[in-house]
């Protein structure tokens, strides 16, 4: 397929549970003319705990630096897990490629979009960083306990993949309440910005949805969602969420 702009963001490269083998057979049967990177995309914290960089997190990187080399306009949004990469980000991944820590996005429908990766709004990841950690580990061992579900699920002849994680996002009360927190207040910032719309990733929940009157796009992530946000070539805003491989 070939879209005006895709979104993508949260891979988690280096990281057990990231889905880049999904990741890469998406990038191979999807072009654009801007591809957009919008944070979270090699796992800076997993070096200070176990870095898992496989073949397929290389060819991920690799996919994009070619897709760059051949006119599509990359721009890497940085997030609060690869900040601390950005100033290597150039060593690692060349110049072909922009590097910022939010961007404007120019749709075709004539309206201005603002990019950010969103965890400068998380009032947990600015200012509790050892919370954020902590709660990093929290998220890997319910991806951990999703693995083991899923392997008894197929014992049973059960094939759908289902996610603990995403179930304990959506149902439980107080995630749910910062998840609407977050969503609102990264509308309101557009908002005061005079933006038209906003595209974000940070809390790996896709969505396309209006706020206020702001249109509120996230990513979503490619951990468990393998998701990402597309402007078509005729200007709509879609979203796209893939079956994850289960590992």
Same mark, same amino acid.
């Given at each position: 397929?070939?879209?005006?702009?895709?979104?993508?963001?949260?891979?988690?490269?280096?990281?057990?549970?990231?889905?880049?083998?999904?990741?890469?057979?998406?990038?191979?049967?999807?072009?654009?003319?801007?591809?957009?990177?919008?944070?979270? &995309?090699?796992?800076?914290?997993?070096?200070?705990?176990?870095?898992?960089?496989?073949?397929?997190?290389?060819?991920?990187?690799?996919?994009?630096? @070619?897709?760059?080399?051949?006119?599509?306009?990359?721009?890497?949004?940085?997030?609060?897990?690869?900040?601390?990469?950005?100033?290597?980000?150039?060593?690692?991944?060349?110049?072909?490629?922009?590097?910022?820590?939010?961007?404007?996005?120019?749709?075709?429908?004539?309206? @201005?979009?603002?990019?950010?990766?969103?965890?400068?709004?998380?009032?947990?990841?600015?200012?509790?960083?050892?919370?954020?950690?902590?709660?990093? &580990?929290?998220?890997?061992?319910?991806?951990?306990?999703?693995?083991?579900?899923?392997?008894?699920?197929?014992?049973?002849?059960? @094939?759908?993949?289902?996610?603990?994680?995403?179930?304990?996002?959506?149902?439980?009360?107080?995630?749910?309440?910062?998840?609407?927190?977050?969503?609102?207040?990264?509308?309101?910032?557009?908002?005061?910005?005079?933006?038209?719309?906003?595209?974000?990733?940070?809390?790996?929940?896709?969505?396309?949805?209006?706020?206020?009157?702001?249109?509120?796009?996230?990513?979503?992530?490619?951990?468990?969602?393998?998701?990402?946000?597309?402007?078509?070539?005729?200007?709509?805003?879609?979203? &796209?969420?893939?079956?994850?491989?289960?590992?």
């Amino acid at each position: 397929m070939k879209y005006r702009a895709i979104f993508i963001s949260d891979i988690h490269l280096g990281t057990r549970f990231s889905q880049s083998e999904k990741l890469l057979e998406f990038l191979r049967e999807n072009e654009s003319k801007y591809l957009y990177l919008v944070g979270d &995309i090699i796992d800076g914290w997993a070096i200070k705990r176990k870095f898992n960089w496989t073949q397929a997190n290389s060819d991920v990187i690799q996919k994009i630096l @070619r897709k760059a080399r051949k006119g599509t306009t990359v721009i890497y949004v940085s997030g609060n897990h690869d900040e601390f990469l950005r100033p290597f980000i150039p060593l690692l991944l060349g110049n072909s490629l922009e590097v910022v820590d939010e961007y404007t996005h120019k749709g075709l429908d004539k309206k @201005r979009y603002f990019v950010t990766h969103g965890d400068f709004f998380d009032s947990i990841t600015m200012n509790n960083k050892w919370l954020a950690h902590l709660g990093d &580990i929290g998220y890997d061992l319910l991806l951990y306990l999703n693995k083991r579900i899923n392997q008894l699920r197929r014992v049973l002849g059960i @094939r759908k993949y289902w996610s603990l994680s995403k179930y304990v996002k959506d149902n439980v009360k107080k995630t749910v309440g910062f998840i609407t927190d977050f969503e609102s207040t990264l509308a309101r910032h557009a908002k005061k910005l005079n933006y038209d719309g906003i595209i974000c990733g940070h809390i790996h929940k896709v969505a396309n949805r209006e706020i206020d009157g702001i249109r509120y796009l996230n990513c979503g992530d490619w951990v468990e969602n393998c998701s990402a946000i597309v402007e078509t070539l005729e200007g709509e805003w879609k979203t &796209i969420e893939l079956q994850p491989n289960q590992h």
